[in-house]
């Protein structure tokens, strides 16, 4: 059952990041564009296999189901210890390292980075994924202490 939780809490990080950087988008300029990465990297996949996107729609969402998908992934691996401790270092840890990535890759993807081109912007991209390592360990440990009842 364990499996479960840690798929059930990655995917809720995963939501509660992608709301709140959606939320944040929608009603600052100053948000990061975090999709932009994952559209790059569609849009790149599809090249390389000599197809063309027919709506942008499709790119933006498969790039967010892609995003929603790799920082479940991400998220559930946190998502194994009931232990304050290591609750601390591994959602600081999972959540900095999420961040690191998504800011390391938007450089190495876009060149010329309007993702997270800017100071506030990285900082945003962090507190998203700290906020989405919290929110997974929080469900985890939600579910195990049902499932030990």
Do not use: C
């Given at each position: 059952?364990s499996f479960?939780?840690r ?11 992608t ?26 996949s ?5 197809l063309?996107?027919?709506?942008e729609?499709?790119v ?14 991400l998220?559930?691996?946190l998502a ?7 609750i601390?270092s591994?959602?600081?840890g999972?959540?900095?390292?999420g ?9 190495q ?22 906020l989405g ?9 939600v579910l195990e ?5």
């Open positions: 059952m479960i939780n798929s059930l809490a990655g995917l809720a990080g995963s939501l509660a990041l709301a709140v950087h959606q939320i944040f988008k929608k009603y600052s300029s100053e948000a990061p564009n975090l999709e932009e990465v994952g559209e790059v990297a569609v849009r790149a599809l090249d390389k296999a000599n063309q996107p027919t709506d729609e499709e933006y969402a498969a790039a967010m189901g892609g995003n929603i998908l790799s920082n479940a992934l998220f559930s691996t194994t210890s009931t232990n304050t401790t290591q601390i591994k959602t600081l999972t959540g900095l390292l961040a690191a990535g998504t800011i390391g890759l938007a450089d993807l876009l060149g010329n980075n309007n993702a997270t081109d800017t100071n506030q912007k990285k900082w945003m991209t962090t507190g998203y994924y700290l390592a919290l929110v997974s360990i929080g469900v985890y440990n202490r049902k499932l030990n009842k």
